[in-house]
């Protein structure tokens, strides 16, 4: 329910038809982008802001014409001195004409608006007269005119300002100029063919590209009717998942974590290809792959292949191309899962990296040239995301170390590590006790064997087997194969005291994979081996001693759990079938049968496999091979005293 409302938010709001190029993009390789209506090509806020501050600074000053001054010095020249006046009056009328502008060091080099009984009118500042410039014009004027000019008069006295700058309508002024400033780049009507299929780009054309690709991603609204269809759809692919794990892995479907998991890696493939798709950025780069090898790791093949199916439907809704896009991600999936059907080497990561460039590549080449764009085929440039995705295939290896260690999973790498008999506790295990040591190996290839015939994973019930019987360390020589030729022990203990240190090599199997930090999945396989069958052996000691007197057989009974998994439910027939061979005083197929059939039997009257998904076919299946691999490998030789039998 949560995912797929993450997902219908997270969707775009349209069909997507195309997306942003950059400058890797040297072809345009969806369908001609015809608008289906009119585009205003908005600018970014940053350009809007941009070009205002230009018209505002280029903006030109105000200034208003008076010529009050003028006339009142004029006025004083007539009656201080008429017959100056008359020889200078020509002189200042033509300086006047042109204008005496206040000085202004903005305006020099501009034009400038002059405002004149509420008109304006746009003229070169550097035309008009400054105060010193009309006094060296006037001194000009009088010589050339050889005027009479007593050596007492200034000239600058005589000269007004008659054109003065307004500071607030400069300001105004500039501010609707800013105004003004268009908010739209361009315009196009509907109809319009912006790009054709095939087409090289020019910078100009990916601009455009880029621009309506912005356009039409700040038009993402949708109605409620819409929203409503889409989150059914999302949660209709997001509980097919569900629906696969509750038919097909129901051992999955119980695991609140693992559930968890799976969703986690859909969620953070969507998440990533919408931040990739809300930039901008290349979404064919992305390592989509990367989910079934990651899930893999963890799960089964099928369940990776399912869990990438359903991511990559998801993540087509934002794909020009999903035709296309899903040949692409599922072909090379599936190629991708057979390459690491079996995780057993890291170099396998490495391997999945080329395989994946290999299928991108060739699915390309061909899609374009029997479907797309074969113009494509040719630029390098096209080739690169899907370089860079494969390329990222790399990153498998630290995230499923990071993952095991946030979610307590397990994958074969650490498997592998663990089956290595330089661990610690199996180096203890083979030194101290060197009999438990070669039944651990013995059950570890009958129970092996029988998982790979029976479907499972091999390299888990392999570890799970190999340190099943760690808890025997601590009291050896109460064990059977740890005798040799001693006498055993239990001859001279009570039945009740001897089943309790046989028991005990549960508990304490289980304290000691604790301590050596062992997998939880590995420490499962401690706890189920013995289910919680009875010591029968000194239960019917005890029996006979006691003539069936206040018989409490919970005494004599393992604390269980019982298996509940394929893996542990092989691993705990093949522990007691290795167990009661050694005991075999004859070595033939007949022997063989009875033997392996009678403890099988035993488990399943037991009801010791009923949580197990295992199958009567299975059943059978395990006892062929058990029977095979015994009858193989045991030698004719091999005797134990009777007193230890079944311990």
């Not at 020509?90 to 006047?96: G, K």
């Not at 009309?134 to 006295?157: F, G, H, M, Q, W």
């Not at 993952?403 to 650490?414: A, N, P, Q, W």
């Amino acid at each position: 329910m949560v995912v797929s409302f993450i997902f219908t938010i997270l969707l775009p709001g349209h069909k997507v038809n195309f997306h942003n190029v950059d400058e890797f993009d040297a072809v345009w390789p969806y369908k001609d982008l015809v608008l289906d209506e009119d585009l205003f090509i908005k600018k970014t806020n940053d350009q809007i802001k941009e070009e205002q501050d230009k018209a505002s600074n280029n903006a030109s000053l105000v200034f208003n014409l008076n010529t009050d001054e003028k006339e009142e010095k004029l006025q004083e020249l007539l009656k201080s001195d008429a017959k100056l006046y008359s020889q200078l009056a020509p002189f200042l009328d033509s300086i006047y004409k042109i204008g005496v502008v206040q000085a202004n060091e903005a305006a020099v080099g501009k034009t400038i608006l002059l405002q004149e009984n509420g008109v304006g009118k746009f003229i070169p500042y550097n035309d008009l007269y400054t105060i010193s410039a009309a006094s060296e014009t006037l001194v000009r004027l009088a010589k050339e005119n050889e005027a009479a000019i007593p050596s007492l008069v200034n000239l600058n006295d005589l000269l007004a300002i008659t054109i003065y700058f307004d500071a607030p309508k400069t300001e105004a002024y500039k501010n609707s100029i800013a105004e003004a400033v268009s908010i739209y780049k361009a315009a196009y009507s509907k109809g319009d063919k912006l790009v054709e299929q095939g087409e090289q780009l020019t910078n100009e054309k990916r601009e455009l590209i880029s621009d309506f690709f912005r356009s039409k991603k700040a038009d993402d609204e949708i109605s409620y009717i819409t929203f409503i269809g889409r989150w059914g759809l999302m949660f209709v692919l997001a509980i097919t998942l569900l629906m696969y794990l509750f038919f097909f892995r129901k051992s999955i479907f119980g695991q609140n974590l693992q559930i968890a998991f799976l969703y986690l890696c859909l969620l953070t493939a969507f998440v990533a290809n919408y931040l990739f798709y809300k930039y901008g950025l290349m979404l064919s780069a992305l390592p989509f792959i990367l989910t079934p090898i990651i899930v893999r790791a963890f799960f089964d093949s099928r369940t990776a292949l399912f869990t990438h199916l359903i991511s990559i439907l998801c993540c087509s809704f934002f794909m020009a191309d999903v035709m296309e896009f899903i040949l692409m991600q599922l072909v090379t999936g599936i190629g991708i899962l057979f390459s690491v059907s079996e995780m057993r080497k890291r170099q396998q990561i490495l391997n999945a990296a080329i395989i994946a460039i290999v299928f991108y590549f060739l699915i390309f080449v061909f899609y374009h040239l029997g479907f797309g764009t074969k113009e494509l085929t040719t630029k390098f440039s096209a080739y690169l995301p899907y370089l860079i995705s494969g390329s990222l295939v790399l990153l498998a290896t630290p995230l499923i170390f990071i993952i095991e260690r946030l979610f307590g999973f397990i994958s074969d790498f650490k498997l592998l590590e663990l089956c290595d008999l330089n661990q610690p506790l199996l180096r203890d295990l083979s030194q101290k006790i060197p009999g438990t040591f070669q039944h651990s190996l013995q059950v570890a290839n009958l129970a092996e064997e029988a998982i790979y015939f029976i479907g499972g994973n091999t390299l888990l019930v392999r570890a799970g087997a190999m340190y099943h019987d760690v808890g025997k360390i601590h009291n050896p020589s109460y064990f059977t194969e740890n005798l040799g030729n001693n006498v055993s022990p239990h001859i001279e203990m009570q039945p009740k005291e001897s089943a309790r240190i046989i028991i005990d090599h549960v508990i304490e199997g289980i304290q000691l994979a604790k301590k050596y930090k062992l997998p939880e999945q590995i420490i499962d396989f401690i706890r189920t081996h013995h289910g919680t069958t009875t010591v029968g052996f000194f239960l019917n000691m005890h029996k006979k001693e006691q003539d069936k007197v206040n018989i409490n057989e919970d005494d004599f009974r393992y604390p269980g759990p019982i298996p509940f998994s394929k893996e542990t439910a092989v691993l705990m027939l093949a522990d007691g079938v290795e167990a009661a061979s050694r005991s075999l005083k004859k070595h033939d197929a007949l022997t063989i049968n009875d033997l392996v059939d009678q403890i099988i039997d035993y488990k399943i009257n037991q009801n010791q496999l009923i949580n197990a998904d295992i199958t009567f076919k299975d059943i059978t299946l395990i006892k062929k091979i058990f029977k095979k691999t015994i009858d193989d490998h045991l030698p004719c030789t091999h005797r134990i005293p009777r007193i230890n039998e079944r311990i």
